[in-house]
């Protein structure tokens, strides 16, 4: 089922002035292992996403995450290379599970904080920890649940740095989990 389907005109002419890793698509199985580590319930967990919870692929790529969202929930998308920007969207959902654009990380991360209340990127961990200035924007918004620690390789990235599955949520202040990505899910 999807979210609002009036979002966006759909112009796969449109034209975006995106740089090489901005197209990185996930290797499917590592989207599914991220997205089952929030569905798997670790019941009433913070980690959890809500039997009614509704999710967000604010960048769907070629669907390697909004694809295998659990079915029973209700999801949408946005892609700019189909006409769906996703500084448009102007809806609240209860979560965003994706690999985001890393040209406009700061941008990106902002407006995923305007819209969801569960925010779940798998990013070069470099992109959030390397800046003071990002690191209180997560503060302000709450905190992190989880991060999930794994080398940039085997995400299918084209760089060496370590990558990481990070799980923010608005007004959290609970502890962090903060883990290796266990070797028999790689
Ligand atoms: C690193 S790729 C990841 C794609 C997909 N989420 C995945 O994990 O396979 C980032 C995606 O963001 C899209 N993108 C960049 N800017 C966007 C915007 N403003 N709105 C929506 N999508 C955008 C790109 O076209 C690209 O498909």
Redo the contacts with the bound molecule.
């Keep these: 089922m999807s979210l609002h389907e009036n979002f966006g005109s759909g112009n796969s002419d449109a034209n975006?002035d995106?740089k090489p890793?901005?197209?990185?698509?996930?290797?499917r199985h590592i989207?599914k292992q991220m997205i089952g580590f929030y569905a798997d319930n670790h019941l009433a967990h913070p980690h959890d996403i809500s039997p009614d919870a509704t999710i967000l692929?604010?960048?769907?790529?070629?669907?390697?995450?909004?694809n295998q969202y659990p079915d029973d929930r209700t999801r949408d998308w946005?892609?700019?290379?189909?006409g769906?920007?996703?500084?448009?969207?102007p809806y609240k959902v209860d979560w965003i599970i994706?690999?985001?654009?890393?040209?406009?990380f700061p941008q990106?991360l902002e407006?995923c904080f305007e819209v969801a209340d569960n925010v779940a990127l798998?990013i070069p961990l470099a992109k959030l920890v390397s800046s003071l200035k990002r690191i209180n924007m997560v503060m302000d918004y709450g905190g992190i649940v989880s991060m999930r620690v794994i080398g940039a390789s085997k995400c299918g990235f084209p760089f060496g740095f370590p990558a990481a599955a990070i799980h923010m949520k608005r007004g959290y202040d609970g502890n962090t989990l903060i883990e290796m990505w266990p070797d028999e899910e790689e």
Excluded: H, Q
């Design positions: 975006p995106l890793n901005d197209m990185v698509m996930t290797p989207a692929d604010p960048c769907r790529g070629d669907g390697a995450f909004y946005c892609e700019i290379t189909e769906r920007d996703f500084f448009d969207w994706t690999n985001p654009p890393y040209s406009i990106f407006k798998l």
